[in-house]
């Protein structure tokens, strides 16, 4: 079981970046990204449902980011545009095994896997 991650980088406010997350090991029902900034606990970013591809997405992200699914790759990906410093922090890629709900996808505890992590900065 293996979550690999790619992108993020740095970046200038207002610019986008993109992250991807390819999963080995199992067709996992949910995916997302979730991020943790340098003393802040780690909050849901966005997360897809695989089956439906329905997509949840946190308040401070919304119209901003899009979360994408590519099935048959088992691949998921970030595009996060018009980025703000509060943006920068360690993103990482969460798989679940189980199908989560609207109130579940964003606590850290429903997901069975994790990613290495991708660092997120953004200059102002």
């Known amino acids: 079981v293996q979550l690999v991650e790619s992108g993020g980088g740095s970046v200038q406010g207002l610019l986008s970046l993109s992250l991807s997350c390819t999963a080995s090991?199992?067709?996992?029902?949910?995916m997302g990204w979730f991020r943790q900034a340098p003393g802040k606990e780690r909050e849901g970013v966005v997360a897809?449902?695989?089956?439906?591809?329905?997509?949840y997405y946190a308040d401070s992200v919304t119209g901003r980011f899009t979360i994408s699914q590519d099935n048959p790759e088992n691949t998921v990906y970030l595009q996060m545009n018009n980025l703000a410093p509060e943006d920068a922090a360690m993103y990482y890629c969460?798989?679940?095994?189980?199908?989560?709900?609207?109130?579940?996808?964003?606590?850290?505890?429903?997901?069975?896997?994790w990613g290495q992590g991708t660092q997120v900065t953004v200059s102002s």
């Open positions: 090991g199992y067709m996992y029902w949910f």
């Open positions: 897809i449902y695989r089956g439906s591809a329905r997509t």
């Open positions: 969460a798989a679940s095994l189980f199908v989560l709900s609207a109130g579940s996808w964003s606590s850290p505890e429903e997901y069975t896997s």
